[in-house]
């Protein structure tokens, strides 16, 4: 039992209303006893009328360094995160200006918050039947902020159980991940689906240890639009996946000049080997994909031409951030894990080609593969 779990069921937290705490003890309780259920057992009802126009539309919302998604069909909506906590309300209007009224499924995919910040706005505006979130608590504000903007409405939690499909309207869902404990690593708790069988794969920040686990299960992963993990970072879309899922469309969600330097260089390489084409919301804003069930067409907000920015650009002369070894005269991404023992003295940040770096006499971290 987690210590959120034993501090609501002790009474030892009472920061929150009493009766938001009971309603929630009882749903948690659900929640994670409920264990492996089946997939009979799963599946909500769905409440709203069905339109007749047999589209499905996935929004690849442009929120800035992080993830939100929204897939509609036949009336019927699907959110997958919201992105940071200052996102919120973009979301929000968003949903509103697409004609949303109320979700049928919400997804957390993990407790990072820039994947689950603006989700409480997002319960706070309308109602949603079903929220799925991953079984691992985490003692953050916007954790806390989700779980209340829940239970203030009632809303019962469902495990995502792999395996387990979801209608949407027409279409339909099917949870593939988490499929094991991982531990305190949260971005391998993501929440993957498989959206439809004019398939869209979107697995949050699931890196290369749960999608090996995925390729694993024996579920079937081909898709035509996969959602890169983690934005692109180098620890997701590992080669095993990319094979397994063989897209022709890659998404990746990320900041305009994010400081983790997403998408990294790797990941590019991969995708272009791949013959993948990549659509990005840093270059072109939100991106809508429409699917008529045998085809898949492209629309963005920035007004680009798709066909320019999804061609498979060469990534050895990008400009990007590392951060600079002087004395090991070794070159990082931002986010690479060696990068907090540098100390101070011997550190520097660099903003160019990696070709310049080179030249310049330093190589790159083994770790990270800049």
């Known amino acids: 039992m987690t210590e959120r779990l034993t501090d609501l069921m002790t009474g030892r ?27 009979d057992n799963a599946s909500p009802s769905s409440a709203v009328s069905a339109t007749a126009d047999g589209f499905l539309k996935v929004h690849f919302i442009d929120v800035g360094q992080g993830d939100s998604i929204l897939a509609e069909a036949d009336g019927h909506f699907l959110l997958i995160d919201a992105g940071e906590n200052d996102q919120g309300e973009t979301v929000v209007s968003y949903l509103k200006q697409a004609g949303v009224h109320k979700l049928d499924y919400v997804i957390g995919t993990h407790p990072h918050s820039d994947h689950i910040g603006g989700l409480d706005d997002v319960l706070n505006a309308f109602p949603a039947e079903t929220l799925i979130l991953p079984p691992k608590e985490h ?10 903007a829940a239970a203030a409405q009632n809303l019962k939690l469902t495990k995502p159980v792999p395996g387990t499909s979801y209608p949407l309207g027409d279409a339909q869902f099917t949870i593939l991940s988490p499929l094991k404990d991982y531990g305190d690593d949260l971005n391998n708790w993501s929440v993957g689906i498989r959206l439809n069988d004019t398939s869209f794969i979107m697995c949050g920040d699931a890196e290369e240890l749960a999608e090996t686990d995925m390729v694993n299960s024996g579920e079937v992963l081909s898709a035509d639009v996969l959602k890169a993990g983690h934005h692109g970072s180098s620890t997701s879309s590992c080669e095993a996946f990319l094979k397994k899922v063989s897209p022709p469309w890659a998404v990746i969600q990320c900041g305009k000049d994010n400081s983790y330097g997403h998408p990294h260089r790797e990941t590019l390489e991969k995708l272009q080997k791949n013959g993948i084409q990549i659509l990005r919301t840093d270059q072109l804003g939100t991106i809508i994909a429409s699917s008529d069930g045998s085809s898949v067409t492209w629309s963005s907000s920035s007004g680009k031409e798709l066909s320019d920015a999804s061609a498979p650009a060469d990534v050895s002369s990008e400009a990007a951030a590392y951060v600079l070894n002087s004395n090991t005269k070794k070159f990082h991404l931002p986010d690479c894990s060696s990068v907090s023992q540098i100390q101070d003295a011997n550190r520097e940040e660099f903003t160019g080609t990696r070709e310049e770096l080179i030249n310049q006499g330093f190589s790159p971290c083994g770790q990270c593969r800049p």
């Open 13 to 39: 937290n009472f920061k929150h209303n009493a009766l938001r705490h009971l309603i929630f003890i009882t749903v948690l309780l659900l929640f994670f006893l409920a264990g492996c259920g089946s997939s």
């Open 139 to 148: 003692t953050t504000k916007t954790f806390e902020d989700v779980l209340d």
